[in-house]
């Protein structure tokens, strides 16, 4: 019997929560009525509650002496069209910064990560005697565009609450369900995003030869971008390029005067990461002038910072997790090419921290043929139970045994 199955009208609680969020998915930095619930819900247990980075939230509790022990749960979704096919599935619209409507979905499971914070929350509120000290949720805005953790920081975050000695946080991921993966040291990688815009010289599709096809160009681009890896990267050393967008012309018989192209570059290493950056600026201006075009444009569009699990605290939250899971529903893995923006909230007071995946697919899912959506996948559902009761438990059980002490 799992720990929200002692408590049955928390769990229920818990499951209209998430079905409404999922429901109600807001983009990054635009999550008011998200952070709006947040507070209500937090008020109400009795935590002290204020905002912070715009539509970030946090709450605290004190509880007597001893220790000061952070939770952070991100609440942002993204602009994907939903094909889950659940009965709650999101039909949300929102607006991004440049203006265009896009749909909106929870497809990275940010709004299981609330819940579960508010459920362990709950158990905390509901039952002070079992523990002494100050416990800290943030409930942090933007994860997915990097910008929120810094929001929170700017807007003096640890000048208006009590400062954790670690901060945990945790992340709904396609595994089975019911278990959980942890990283000891590097857990989840660097991550750089660029645009970059190519200029050429448009006209008819009939004449190139009175033109500089940035479409021609950028395809260059591209291709030599993916070199890097595989011919200036250590075979030791793991990292990612990724082009992920392209966009140019508006008619197939005219070459465009520009293109445009997004790239992502993930990796492991400090060095290897400015080698990288180098190298990829290095990359686009050579082709450019090989081409006999002018300079594109680069735009830096965000950097999230390498995440480190702190050893010491990891191996206490794994013998933790453990023993309320299993030996063998635990389980060390290296680190993963995802990234984070978690490691700057203990960064900044340079204190540990720790974070963890817990699965949220069922064995029939994982097991199947077909490959398991995973995060960012429009199809991304991860099944309620017993994802929520692993995510709360998981949250409060790392938490409780930390404020026991």
């Known amino acids: 019997m799992s720990l929200l199955d002692q408590h049955p009208d928390l769990q229920a609680s818990l499951h209209d929560l998430y079905r409404h969020l999922h429901q109600h998915p807001e983009l990054s930095m635009q999550e008011h009525a998200t952070a709006a619930l947040v507070e209500e819900r937090m008020g109400e247990l009795g935590y002290d509650v204020f905002r912070c980075g715009g539509s970030g939230v946090v709450a605290v509790l004190r509880n007597g002496d001893g220790p000061v022990v952070g939770f952070r749960a991100d609440t942002d979704a993204l602009p994907l069209l939903e094909s889950t096919g659940l009965d709650y599935a999101s039909t949300a619209r929102g607006v991004l910064p440049d203006g265009t409507e896009v749909p909106v979905m ?91 815009t190519v200029h050429g010289r448009g006209g008819h599709g009939s004449q190139p030869e009175n033109t500089i096809d940035p479409v021609l ?27 992920a967008t392209f966009h140019a012309g508006l008619k197939e018989n005219i070459i465009p005067p520009t293109a445009e192209f997004t790239v992502n570059m993930r990796n492991l290493d400090p060095d290897v990461r400015e080698d990288l950056l180098v190298a990829l600026r290095r990359v686009i201006l050579a082709e450019a002038m090989a081409s006999g075009a002018p300079e594109p444009e680069i735009e830096e569009l965000y950097t999230f910072p390498l995440l480190v699990n702190d050893p010491a605290e990891t191996e206490q939250v794994t013998g933790v997790l453990r023993g309320l899971l299993g030996e063998e529903q635990v389980v060390t893995k290296p680190a993963v090419m995802g990234s984070e923006d978690f490691g700057a909230l203990p960064d900044a007071l340079g204190v540990p921290g720790v974070y963890w995946f817990f699965g949220g697919m069922p064995a029939e899912v994982v097991d199947a043929d077909t490959p398991t959506p995973t995060n960012h996948s429009p199809f991304f559902a991860p099944v309620l139970e017993p994802t929520l009761s692993t995510g709360t438990s998981a949250a409060y059980e790392v938490l409780l045994a930390r404020l026991r002490r």
């Open 106 to 196: 929870h497809a990275c499971g940010h709004d299981t990560h609330i819940t579960a914070a508010i459920g362990a929350a709950t158990l905390l509120s509901q039952d002070t005697d079992a523990w002494s000290g100050t416990v800290v949720f943030l409930f942090q805005p933007g994860e997915e565009t990097a910008a929120g953790a810094a929001a929170m920081l700017e807007d003096g975050l640890w000048d208006r609450a009590p400062h954790p000695e670690v901060i945990y946080g945790q992340h709904v991921w396609p595994g089975r369900t019911g278990t959980i993966d942890i990283s000891s040291g590097t857990a989840m990688s660097f991550s750089d995003a660029w645009k970059v």
């Open 217 to 243: 160009l950028g395809a260059h681009m591209v291709v030599r971008l993916q070199s890097l890896i595989s011919r200036e990267v250590p075979p030791q050393q793991a990292a990612v390029i990724t082009v």
